[in-house]
């Protein structure tokens, strides 16, 4: 019986490698994942973020899903948003990502349920949530297809998945994108986290995955419908959204 393999990075390993694989690139850049996100993106990714939620259309009283959400960065404008009678749900598979997230959340007076779980295998009730999202986290997934429709198995009907993620950005502008990608982000790892190979997983990870169309594609055939999606910055970053209906 042949072996089912996958993509971490531009490496083909098996399906059941690539979750330990990830888990070390996020364990080794755990404590510096927010910094590095400010200095890779000049800060941008906390815009993009925004942009997300007033996308999401929530409200006071809503339930939201956001799945690995390691540091808690959407968890808590989500939180602002729904208020005392909504819900937020943080979620992430990797433990050294969810527990800064857990800190930072009570640091900033947030107690919200934290649980580590696998974005494939949600442990939530059918059409519990009225959005759920994911940021930055489903191109490390390894079964993108089976993790599309348990979120939205996990949907009310009328609800809304978010899913921010790299895509690919503007033709003219990706020579220039490469040579970042490829030359000062693993030497950013380096210095700042102390993993220049973490980094250049990331470049690579963005390459194999799913372009805008694609993805697109890929949330309707997880049952998703009226699929759209908003190129942020020259479409090196994506915003799609779609429902439950």
């Not at 994942?33 to 941008?44: Q, V």
């Not at 997934?141 to 690919?168: H, I, N, Q, Y």
Request: glycine letters at 8%; hydrophobic letters at 40%.
């Amino acid at each position: 019986m042949t072996e089912k393999t996958t993509d971490f990075g531009y490496q083909k390993v098996p399906e059941e490698e690539k979750s330990r694989r990830v888990a070390g690139v996020f364990d080794s850049v755990a404590s510096r994942y927010d910094l590095m996100n400010d200095l890779m993106s000049a800060g941008l990714h906390r815009l993009w973020k925004r942009f997300t939620i007033e996308a999401s259309g929530v409200r006071p009283g809503d339930r939201v899903l956001d799945i690995a959400g390691g540091t808690g960065d959407l968890a808590r404008l989500f939180a602002a948003r729904v208020g005392a009678p909504g819900e937020v749900v943080l979620t992430d598979v990797n433990a050294a990502m969810i527990g800064i997230g857990r800190d930072r959340l009570l640091d900033s007076g947030r107690v919200l349920p934290v649980v580590q779980c696998d974005g494939e295998k949600l442990p939530f009730r059918s059409s519990h949530f009225d959005c759920v999202s994911v940021a930055f986290g489903l191109r490390n997934m390894t079964r993108k297809d089976s993790a599309l429709r348990e979120m939205r198995r996990v949907l009310r009907p009328g609800g809304r998945l978010l899913v921010l993620e790299f895509s690919r950005a503007w033709k003219p502008l990706q020579p220039a994108y490469d040579a970042y990608s490829f030359r000062v982000l693993p030497w950013l790892g380096q210095r700042v986290a102390g993993d220049a190979q973490a980094y250049r997983y990331l470049a690579e990870s963005i390459r194999v995955h799913p372009d805008q169309e694609a993805l697109k594609l890929m949330m309707e055939a997880a049952g998703l419908e009226r699929v759209e999606y908003f190129n942020l910055a020259t479409g090196v970053v994506a915003l799609h959204k779609g429902y439950r209906l």
